[in-house]
């Protein structure tokens, strides 16, 4: 049993690959310190198990403390109800009331400065995204009594560097042998599979590059399938993604500015596996000298990374939620879109030399083929296409478009 009574909060029905990583939290809370409060963050991509591990840390040591609060779905609720609500909340657990009613975000504030500067606590703020949502329930470490411990998760670094969190944890992707494991059970119930079936998980686990979501949804979808079912559905999943998925993962998207989420849509449409530099002089031309910060902020938000050899890369799903927001906003005529990566549509654009010209903004020069990144479109000069044909033009195309 949890203090105030609380019954254990659910983890995971299958938590794999978890052990390591709640010992790694353990040691950053130092729990059996009581000389101050920590603050600590949890940062990741969305879908990777930053909850299911926030909450695994939370049933192990909320009895160690006063009270325990674990607020989950801070953003949602935050979005829906306000911060009164999330303070309204915290006051109700940790005091083991019923919920307060209160007047101003301020005097939610400075009820819980008073309540618990002197109370051991533990609070875990779950799926933060704006620094208010902090400030407003968590402020600082003087809020509450020496031995305290913080957890905020949150998909955003920046967030908790802003915020002065300086322990941190990344969760990252399942490794192949648990993501193995974990789509077994979740498929089968038991890690006993019939062999045939081997071929088809190993290509869901390819699919899914270690996401603890995408492969708890792929398995609870195929659970009791044929292997002809599974094959027939990987399929699918590979050409329109299945979108409790990408739902989630959009999140981060949508936090974007209007520009940051037209630099994230060029990267994972044209740009994955280049090297950073490249990336930076091949779109300096549509977006100035602001490419550092718009690529530093996509990486704070966990939406790319850069390699140990400073290349842009990201979770394949990552690429698919780029690429299917471009095509819902993109024309239908390949001609007028701003981003080409199809080779059909390519060819058709190099058939009919469709493009306006009026549209080009900034010029990338190839010795073979000149391809033009427009703020609307996307032109191949053809000056050179008379001379060879499309077959021997594609390697240059996919050098530039992927």
């Not at 999330?86 to 309540?115: D, H, M, P, V, Y």
């Not at 875990?124 to 913080?150: A, C, N």
């Not at 903004?361 to 053809?382: A, E, N, Q, R, T």
Request: net charge neutral.
């Amino acid at each position: 049993m949890l203090s105030n009574g609380e019954e254990r909060l659910h983890v995971a029905d299958y938590p794999v690959g978890l052990g390591s990583q709640v010992l790694e939290i353990r040691k950053l809370l130092d729990v059996g310190c009581d000389d101050g409060v920590r603050m600590i963050g949890i940062h990741g991509m969305g879908g990777v198990g930053k909850s299911t591990l926030a909450r695994a840390v939370y049933n192990l040591i909320s009895d160690q403390f006063d009270g325990s609060c674990f607020l989950q779905n801070v953003r949602e609720e935050s979005n829906k109800h306000g911060l009164k609500h999330l303070q309204s909340i915290i006051l109700s657990q940790l005091l083991g009331r019923k919920e307060t009613n209160l007047a101003s975000e301020q005097q939610g504030i400075s009820i819980i400065k008073n309540r618990f500067n002197r109370k051991k606590v533990l609070l875990i703020l779950d799926d933060v995204d704006q620094h208010k949502q902090l400030q407003g329930t968590v402020g600082s470490p003087d809020w509450f009594g020496p031995g305290s411990r913080v957890i905020i998760t949150t998909r955003d670094k920046q967030l908790l560097a802003f915020h002065e969190v300086k322990r941190t944890h990344e969760v990252k992707e399942l490794n192949k042998k648990d993501a193995l494991k974990l789509l077994k059970l979740k498929a089968f119930k038991t890690e006993e599979v019939d062999p045939s079936y081997m071929e088809v998980l190993n290509q869901v686990v390819t699919y899914a590059s270690g996401l603890p979501l995408a492969l708890e949804v792929i398995g609870s979808n195929l659970f009791g399938k044929s292997v002809r079912e599974w094959e027939s559905a990987i399929r699918q999943y590979k050409r329109i993604p299945n979108n409790q998925i990408l739902e989630i993962l959009r999140v981060s998207f949508d936090a974007l500015g209007e520009e940051e989420k037209s630099v994230f849509l060029d990267i994972a449409c044209c740009f994955k596996g280049y090297k950073l530099s490249e990336v930076e002089e091949k779109l300096r031309a549509l977006y100035d000298n602001c490419m550092k910060y718009h690529i530093g902020v996509l990486v704070e938000n966990s939406l790319i990374k850069i390699t140990h050899d400073d290349r842009v890369t990201f979770h394949d799903l990552i690429e698919d939620i780029g690429k299917k927001i471009d095509r819902q906003q993109s024309p239908p005529e390949p001609g007028k879109r701003r981003r080409l990566w199809l080779q059909e549509d390519i060819i058709q654009v190099l058939k009919h030399n469709s493009v306006s010209e009026t549209l080009m903004d900034g010029l990338v020069s190839h010795p073979f083929l000149s391809i033009v990144f427009l703020h609307h479109s996307c032109l191949f000069s053809l000056q050179f296409v008379k001379f060879l044909s499309i077959i021997e033009l594609m390697p240059y195309i996919y050098l530039h478009c992927g």
